[in-house]
């Protein structure tokens, strides 16, 4: 219960958190931006990845919530990169949560290799907020299990 309480008010902050958007960071659906985030994340983009996450931008994996200042304190592509991982693909979205300036998606993607086999398969929350009229990344909860994280 205590987790949901913390959950339910990083949700309400969220739109505060949304700060210095860009209008490539998605003006349309929050499905619609969470795609331009794996196109700009398999282009490791990196002018584009800074138009993509709030400051702070917050990781929960197995429990615990991480706060990274910048995406490169959290994107590893090396380690990705060590899986065999050439590029992600969205195989389902669903929207489980939306208002106005914030929505909640359930996300199940793969990293596929450069042959297009998969390397790896996961299911993520994106947590998305919207200012300026534009969406930007504030969270995440991604397994533990998949490598993306500096820190792991």
């Not at 619609?32 to 002018?47: P, R, S």
């Not at 400051?55 to 429990?63: Q, S, V, Y």
């Not at 042959?115 to 534009?134: C, M, S």
């Amino acid at each position: 219960m205590h987790r949901l309480l913390i959950f339910v008010a990083c949700l309400a902050s969220l739109p505060a958190m949304a700060k210095n958007a860009h209008p490539a960071a998605g003006a349309g659906a929050p499905e619609g931006f969470i795609q331009h985030y794996f196109d700009v994340f398999n282009a490791q983009d990196e002018k584009g990845l800074d138009t993509i996450f709030t400051k702070p931008f917050l990781r929960i994996t197995d429990g615990k919530t991480t706060a990274y200042s910048d995406w490169r304190d959290y994107i590893n592509y090396k380690a990705i990169l060590a899986t065999g991982w050439d590029r992600s693909i969205i195989d389902h979205i669903e929207v489980v949560y939306d208002t106005q300036d914030t929505a909640a998606l359930k996300t199940l993607f793969s990293r596929l290799n450069a042959e297009g086999k998969v390397v790896a398969t996961a299911e993520i929350l994106f947590i998305v907020a919207k200012k300026n009229r534009a969406w930007k990344l504030a969270a995440m909860a991604v397994p533990p299990s998949l490598p993306v994280s500096k820190n792991e």
